[in-house]
């Protein structure tokens, strides 16, 4: 009579080298899970992890030099975030597409220029999801303040908020008795001019004509013609 073994003696392997069963009582015990490292994530990449729409990104807070972003295309294979910075000169290195002039755009500006790049050469469409990481703690130049305010002269701008004509004035200790506040002026360091009425903006809410500042920005702001 043939006895056939193989079948038995292929069993007893797969019942040994199975890690469940092959741990005897002398054998050490699992180790614990490592508890979760302090350098974790950071609140801009678990939100960029979580989010898949562009429509959501901040458009308000404008980036500058030194600031850390977090970046993440949703189509991509590996979907991990990257941690990207602002360099001295106001650009983003993006991966696949190199240098891409960042500072003064908002995170949602960025995201859809960044995107229209991806998709010129590698992404027949690209999701682009960017978060503000960490901002930097350098002062982001100066901008100065003259003419009806009750403390003329130069102002820093703060690293980390978004520094606006209204902004200005406030800390330029708010109007004098008899300014116009209707014909607040902005001149860019490139020259560019605006008028700026800030009592739609104060007093109305029109905060959307409350123009961003930016390093060299001066504001004047005049008096009005008859003092009544």
């Known amino acids: 009579?043939?006895?056939?073994?193989?079948?038995?003696?292929?069993?007893?392997?797969?019942?040994?080298?199975?890690?469940?069963?092959?741990?005897?009582?002398?054998?050490?015990?699992?180790?614990?899970?490592?508890?979760?490292?302090?350098?974790?994530?950071?609140?801009a990449t678990s939100t960029v992890m979580r989010t898949n729409s562009m429509a959501v990104l901040?458009?308000?807070?404008?980036?500058?030099?030194?600031?850390y972003v977090s970046f993440r295309v949703v189509e991509?294979?590996?979907?991990?975030?990257?941690?990207?910075r602002v360099?001295?000169?106001?650009e983003l290195e993006v991966p696949y597409v190199g240098l891409v002039p960042a500072?003064?755009?908002?995170?949602?500006e960025l995201a859809y220029t960044i995107k229209s790049l991806l998709e010129k050469e590698?992404?027949?469409?690209?999701?682009?999801?960017?978060?503000?990481?960490?901002?930097?703690?350098?002062?982001?130049?100066?901008?100065?303040v003259y003419g009806s305010v009750k403390a003329q002269g130069p102002q820093e701008i703060p690293p980390d908020e978004s520094?606006?004509?209204?902004?200005?004035?406030?800390k330029a200790g708010g109007f004098g008795d008899?300014?116009?506040?209707?014909k607040v002026k902005l001149t860019r360091k490139t020259g560019q001019e605006s008028t700026v009425d800030l009592k739609r903006v104060i007093e109305e809410g029109h905060t959307d004509e409350d123009l961003e500042l930016g390093p060299d920005d001066q504001i004047y702001v005049p008096q009005r013609l008859i003092n009544m």
Not at 29 to 42: E, I, M, R, T, V
Not at 103 to 108: A, E, H, P, V
Not at 130 to 137: F, G, I, N, T
Not at 178 to 182: L, V
Request: hydrophobic share 30%.
């Open 122 to 144: 590698y992404y027949y469409h690209a999701t682009v999801i960017l978060a503000v990481d960490r901002v930097s703690e350098k002062s982001r130049g100066r901008i100065y």
């Open 1 to 43: 009579m043939r006895v056939w073994l193989y079948p038995f003696v292929g069993a007893v392997c797969l019942f040994l080298t199975n890690p469940i069963f092959a741990q005897d009582a002398t054998s050490p015990a699992p180790a614990a899970p490592k508890p979760p490292s302090s350098d974790g994530p950071s609140t």
């Open 76 to 84: 991509d294979r590996d979907n991990e975030s990257q941690r990207l």
């Open 163 to 170: 520094y606006t004509v209204s902004k200005a004035i406030i």
């Open 103 to 108: 500072r003064g755009k908002s995170c949602k």
């Open 58 to 67: 901040d458009d308000k807070k404008k980036l500058g030099s030194n600031d």
């Open 178 to 182: 008899f300014a116009n506040k209707r």
């Open 87 to 90: 360099n001295d000169n106001g």
